[in-house]
């Protein structure tokens, strides 16, 4: 069974690497054509998954989709994208503008078609996922056991939603700075991980998984929370208030066999990767979709189908696309005073700066860690775990301990508002 599949397979990837040497993807940079964007249009043949492949190489570049018209209905995708760098400004770096080019163009169409969205392969490091129930301090006490197991956190992306959490850690080995590979090692650092995330008998269920083939972490953050279920709305406790909700709505067009979703939100970075991102792993295909995001607030219209060729076939079914769309939105919404700390890294540094956190009664809500050529690059968004605002005294004493030069606040105590979220065009 093995061998047929692998043959089938090989098949599979070399009928797609032939229709693509018949019809090589086409990419066209322009920046004369808007007034404020640089206009990126694809044309190539189509295939599964290939609108979030495009997606996000565009977002792991920083770049912000002001408008963007989708069509893929037939055997042609061919999209046209609105973009600005981080101040809103046209891309003319011209190492950004050739990586695009190389990677969505005709040099890029003998990569295989069996690789998967998103994954990057990777040596130098031994990638942890991390799923369950959130608490406050759970961040402290991971990175605790790590250090422990001489293990250093090198990189991570943590997100906290509905009461669950997940995480992608990027560890390496204290001694040699490399990937762990003794399965021995591994499996007891499963194991005390493991142990951690349960916290006690009532905590839902916890997983922890090593791999050695580091994956794109926002990616797998998505993949994770909707295997979790975190669209499951917990009694009593609304994640966030009407005003702040997106709105999502699903209706079926019956004479195309469409199920249209339109989504009116706050605009943030990140966003069209998100949805994108989510309806790819519900398994549903975009036919034809128009994006709109140059104000604060951002359309989507989506024309789907399942893999299948079925729309939406009952309300249950539109009920969950709802759902796991608004946990798609709400998972990167920035909850919290964002702190950024830049210092040079060492063993222990994420286990140290969260227990202080825990130590001033700070819970982190998200995260992301980098290490780059020896720094430190860490930024949190943290709010009291009581969910009163996070005061002035508390960043001091904050300051106090981690250094008056390492820590910077994004905004001032006085003016956290939890539910506020950064503007697309701010780092």
Same mark, same amino acid.
């Given at each position: 069974?093995?061998?047929?599949?692998?043959?089938?397979?090989?098949?599979?990837?070399?009928?797609?690497?032939?229709?693509?040497?018949?019809?090589?993807?086409?990419?066209?940079?322009?920046?004369?054509?808007?007034?404020?964007?640089?206009?990126?249009?694809?044309?190539?043949?189509?295939?599964? *998954?290939? %609108?979030? !492949? =495009?997606?996000?190489? $565009?977002?792991? @570049?920083?770049?912000? /989709?002001?408008? +963007?018209?989708?069509?893929?209905?037939?055997?042609?995708?061919?999209?046209?994208?609105?973009?600005?760098?981080?101040?809103?400004?046209?891309?003319?770096?011209?190492?950004?503008?050739?990586?695009?080019?190389?990677?969505?163009?005709?040099?890029?169409?003998?990569?295989?078609?069996?690789?998967?969205?998103?994954?990057?392969?990777?040596?130098?490091?031994?990638?942890?996922?991390?799923?369950?129930?959130?608490?406050? *301090?759970? %961040?402290? !006490? =991971?990175?605790?056991? $790590?250090?422990? @197991?001489?293990?250093? /956190?090198?990189? +991570?992306?943590?997100?906290?939603?509905?009461?669950?959490?997940?995480?992608?850690?990027?560890?390496?080995?204290?001694?040699?700075?490399?990937?762990?590979?003794?399965?021995?090692?591994?499996?007891?650092?499963?194991?005390?991980?493991?142990?951690?995330?349960?916290?006690?008998?009532?905590?839902?269920?916890?997983?922890?998984?090593?791999?050695?083939?580091?994956?794109?972490?926002?990616?797998?953050?998505?993949?994770?929370?909707?295997?979790?279920?975190?669209?499951?709305?917990?009694?009593?406790?609304?994640?966030?208030?009407?005003?702040?909700?997106?709105?999502?709505?699903?209706?079926?067009?019956?004479?195309?066999?469409?199920?249209?979703?339109?989504?009116?939100?706050?605009?943030?970075?990140?966003?069209?990767?998100?949805?994108?991102?989510?309806?790819?792993?519900?398994?549903?295909?975009?036919?034809?979709?128009?994006?709109?995001?140059?104000?604060?607030?951002?359309?989507?219209?989506?024309?789907?189908?399942?893999?299948?060729?079925?729309?939406?076939?009952?309300?249950?079914?539109?009920?969950?696309?709802?759902?796991?769309?608004?946990?798609?939105?709400?998972?990167?919404?920035?909850?919290?005073?964002?702190?950024?700390?830049?210092?040079?890294?060492?063993?222990?540094?994420?286990?140290?700066?969260?227990?202080?956190?825990?130590?001033?009664?700070?819970?982190?809500?998200?995260?992301?860690?980098?290490?780059?050529?020896?720094?430190?690059?860490?930024?949190?968004?943290?709010?009291?775990?009581?969910?009163?605002?996070?005061?002035?005294?508390?960043?001091?004493?904050?300051?106090?301990?981690?250094?008056?030069?390492?820590?910077?606040?994004?905004?001032?105590?006085?003016?956290?508002?939890?539910?506020?979220?950064?503007?697309?065009?701010?780092?």
């Amino acid at each position: 069974m093995e061998v047929s599949m692998s043959f089938s397979h090989d098949m599979d990837d070399e009928y797609e690497k032939l229709c693509r040497r018949m019809n090589p993807p086409r990419v066209v940079i322009d920046n004369e054509a808007c007034k404020n964007a640089t206009v990126i249009r694809v044309d190539s043949a189509n295939k599964l *998954g290939i %609108l979030l !492949e =495009v997606v996000q190489i $565009l977002t792991d @570049l920083n770049l912000i /989709v002001t408008k +963007a018209y989708i069509s893929s209905d037939g055997g042609w995708f061919m999209d046209v994208f609105n973009v600005t760098d981080q101040d809103g400004n046209k891309v003319t770096d011209e190492g950004v503008l050739d990586y695009i080019r190389k990677s969505l163009g005709p040099e890029s169409c003998f990569a295989s078609s069996m690789r998967s969205v998103g994954v990057i392969q990777s040596m130098d490091h031994t990638t942890l996922e991390l799923s369950g129930t959130d608490r406050p *301090g759970l %961040l402290s !006490e =991971v990175s605790r056991v $790590l250090a422990i @197991l001489k293990c250093n /956190v090198v990189g +991570a992306q943590v997100w906290t939603h509905n009461t669950r959490a997940a995480s992608v850690m990027h560890i390496t080995d204290e001694e040699t700075g490399l990937a762990i590979t003794d399965p021995e090692r591994l499996a007891s650092i499963k194991k005390s991980v493991c142990n951690v995330l349960k916290g006690s008998i009532k905590s839902k269920g916890s997983r922890t998984v090593v791999s050695h083939t580091g994956t794109h972490p926002e990616r797998r953050l998505h993949q994770m929370m909707f295997a979790d279920r975190d669209y499951d709305r917990v009694k009593d406790e609304s994640v966030l208030d009407d005003k702040q909700r997106p709105d999502v709505n699903v209706v079926n067009w019956y004479d195309k066999d469409y199920s249209v979703v339109t989504i009116r939100s706050k605009d943030r970075p990140k966003l069209l990767f998100d949805t994108v991102c989510t309806l790819t792993d519900m398994q549903y295909v975009v036919y034809h979709a128009n994006i709109d995001a140059e104000g604060p607030e951002a359309y989507q219209e989506y024309y789907i189908r399942h893999v299948d060729g079925s729309p939406v076939k009952s309300d249950a079914e539109r009920q969950r696309v709802i759902q796991c769309l608004e946990a798609a939105i709400e998972r990167r919404i920035s909850e919290g005073l964002k702190l950024e700390i830049c210092t040079t890294d060492r063993v222990g540094l994420l286990s140290d700066v969260t227990r202080i956190f825990r130590e001033n009664s700070l819970t982190v809500t998200r995260a992301e860690v980098t290490t780059k050529a020896g720094k430190a690059v860490n930024t949190f968004y943290v709010r009291e775990a009581s969910g009163n605002p996070v005061d002035s005294k508390t960043i001091e004493s904050i300051r106090q301990e981690i250094g008056q030069t390492i820590l910077k606040v994004k905004g001032t105590p006085e003016d956290f508002n939890p539910g506020s979220q950064e503007s697309p065009t701010r780092s």
